[in-house]
């Protein structure tokens, strides 16, 4: 029986990458998405993964959607921590609210669905969690304070539940993604990406979503049992730990 994966915010950009590649390599792939409908109906035609609408800052409606997937998929094996917003601002300008925002989703939200699965990974003494960072949770980036402190923090979140998950067979590891060339990021003006963005990539060029959810294919396999707790920089040299 193939193994069960969920991707959190899994019908667009990377994590959308990630949902195809994960079915790809044979799992049964369920993907979260928060609000845009009409993207999680399209993605689903295209691919045939199934959608499941929450927020994941929310927890109650994490245990209640991670419920209805195990009820109609299975135990979830692969957890893969991918929803994340932005509410960018300097931070003399940052609101209160966008600070809230950004750690409700890109922080507690792990926190939330993590926890909901943790107990059943436990107790099949298997698992898998991939925490979906960013190279502005290693390096910060102004006028991102609220993002980068969420995405620092699911990297210590990473390290301390991976030294707890490893006696009962689950890894925990995290992806710093850098510039990743997602419909957002392609989005940005085309001078600013030639002259100023791509200027700081070593290899001179943005990444793929693709490469990322190779990396994620990779982390969830029997073949990575032996690695966790690690972070995998994938930002093309622009940044080294």
């Not at 990630?18 to 993907?31: D, E, F, N, P, Q």
């Not at 926890?115 to 290693?138: A, C, D, L, P, Y």
């Not at 992806?175 to 060339?181: E, F, L, N």
């Amino acid at each position: 029986m193939a193994k069960v994966a969920l991707v959190t915010g899994g019908s667009r950009g990377i994590g959308a990458a990630i949902s195809k590649a994960l079915k790809a390599a044979g799992y049964t792939v369920a993907a979260n998405y928060a609000g845009n409908d009409d993207a999680a109906n399209g993605f689903t035609a295209e691919t045939g993964i199934k959608t499941y609408k929450w927020s994941v800052a929310d927890y109650d409606a994490c245990a209640a959607g991670i419920k209805q997937i195990e009820e109609e998929l299975g135990p979830v094996d692969v957890l893969v921590n991918n929803a994340g917003i932005t509410r960018d601002a300097m931070f003399h300008k940052m609101t209160p609210q966008q600070w809230k925002e950004v750690i409700d989703t890109n922080l507690t939200g792990v926190f939330n669905m993590t926890h909901t699965i943790w107990g059943g990974m436990r107790e099949r003494k298997f698992g898998r969690v991939i925490n979906i960072s960013s190279i502005n949770g290693q390096k910060g980036q102004a006028g991102q304070a609220n993002y980068s402190a969420a995405k620092a923090g699911d990297l210590g979140f990473t390290k301390a539940l991976a030294q707890e998950g490893a006696r009962a067979g689950i890894t925990v590891n995290a992806i710093c993604p850098g510039y990743i060339g997602t419909e957002m990021v392609r989005a940005i003006d085309e001078k600013v990406l030639n002259e100023r963005i791509i200027p700081q990539i070593p290899v001179g060029r943005l990444g793929e979503p693709e490469e990322i959810a190779r990396a994620v294919v990779f982390l969830a396999s029997d073949d990575a049992g032996f690695i966790t707790g690690s972070t995998i920089s994938a930002n093309g040299g622009q940044f080294y730990v």
